[in-house]
C-alpha cells in the first residue's frame, strides 16, 4: 500500500486549503481512510476518517463543523476540505488506510508521508 498527500501549503487565518491523498491498494479491497496531524513538538492526533462506503464520517472536536472528509473509491483518493483555518491548525498532515470498513479513528496500518499545512495569523 503507498499513499501519497499532496495539497499543503501556506494559508492565513480564516481561509481554505484542500488536502488530497492517492492510495495504491489491492484490487477488490476494503478500507477506511483518515487523516491524521501532528503540530511541531506535539503527538499526531486524529483529524478525521471516512468509512468505506462514505456513508460514513468522523472527525475531532477541534475540526467538527469546519473540515469536511470525502472519498472518491474509483479513484482511490480522500479529500479533506479545510475551512475557516486557524494558526493551530498549523501541522504536517498524514493520510492513513486501514483494511477495515470505518471509520476509525486509530489502529491505521499504512501511512503517507505527510503534506505541511501553515496557517499565519
Known amino acids: 500500500v503507498q499513499l501519497q498527500a499532496s495539497g499543503g501549503g501556506l494559508v492565513e487565518t480564516g481561509g481554505s486549503l484542500r488536502l488530497s491523498c492517492a492510495a495504491s491498494?489491492?484490487?477488490?479491497?476494503?478500507?477506511?481512510l483518515g487523516w491524521f496531524r501532528q503540530a511541531p513538538g506535539k503527538e499526531r492526533e486524529f483529524v478525521a476518517a471516512?468509512?468505506?462506503?462514505?456513508?460514513?464520517?468522523a472527525y475531532s472536536d477541534s475540526v467538527k463543523g469546519r473540515f469536511t472528509i470525502s472519498r472518491d473509491n474509483a479513484k482511490n483518493t480522500v479529500d479533506l476540505q479545510m475551512n475557516s483555518l486557524k494558526p493551530e491548525d498549523t501541522a504536517v498532515y498524514y493520510c492513513?488506510?486501514?483494511?477495515?470498513?470505518?471509520?476509525?479513528?486509530?489502529?491505521?496500518?499504512?501511512w503517507g508521508q505527510g503534506t505541511l499545512v501553515t496557517v499565519s495569523s
Open positions: 471516512i468509512s468505506w462506503s462514505g456513508g460514513n464520517t
Open positions: 491498494v489491492r484490487p477488490v479491497s476494503r478500507y477506511t
Open positions: 492513513a488506510l486501514d483494511y477495515s470498513l470505518g471509520p476509525s479513528t486509530d489502529g491505521y496500518d499504512y
